[in-house]
């Protein structure tokens, strides 16, 4: 009924900047009940997999009482949440794969698991929103939405080969001092 009422008064942009703020709030607080005694990449994946349900229900949602402001409103809902959550996900991300508490191989694998389980996200996403009919014809509103959610990842991308190579090195000093060569 609201939605109609700011519609009649040429507010749309409101309905969707309202839509935006409380739709994404419940994903917000998901987010913020992570604890750090679960590993990051199982609690990532996780946290995604609720996002794309979220994102199915949105879509649904709006064809019904917003039509007129798709693919626009879940987009940018989507949009908002990933940009708000950078620098924590970088945080955490970075927390998950320091050296200093486990070993680099350990840490290659929670910067795998944590990038494999976005990549699938982001799939999944396009998958989902293309299906919807919600996937934005901008191209450069999609490139802002994908680099939204990978973001955070590519510090650590960054820092792969020098990982890679402090496990290397550990591998080649234990082979070394065990004659096993």
């Not at 604890?35 to 609690?43: G, I, L, Y």
């Not at 949009?79 to 680099?104: E, N």
């Amino acid at each position: 009924l609201l939605c109609g009422i700011w519609g009649q008064l040429e507010k749309e942009s409101l309905v969707e900047q309202f839509y935006t703020k409380v739709r994404s709030k419940p994903l917000v607080d998901l987010w913020e009940e992570y604890s750090p005694e679960t590993p990051f990449p199982s609690w990532v994946s996780t946290f995604y997999d609720e996002v794309t349900r979220s994102v199915v229900s949105e879509c649904d949602w709006c064809k019904s009482y917003i039509p007129n402001r798709l693919p626009s409103a879940v987009v940018n809902m989507v949009l908002v949440l990933f940009q708000r959550l950078q620098i924590p996900c970088k945080a955490r991300l970075a927390g998950a794969i320091s050296t200093s508490s486990i070993s680099p191989l350990q840490s290659i694998e929670a910067m795998e698991q944590s990038i494999d389980a976005t990549a699938d996200f982001l799939d999944s996403l396009v998958d989902i929103l293309m299906d919807a009919g919600c996937m934005p014809e901008d191209r450069m509103q999609r490139e802002n939405l994908m680099t939204a959610v990978s973001l955070p990842y590519n510090d650590a991308l960054k820092s792969y080969p020098e990982k890679e190579a402090a496990h290397l090195n550990t591998s080649i000093d234990n082979i070394m001092s065990t004659g096993a060569f």
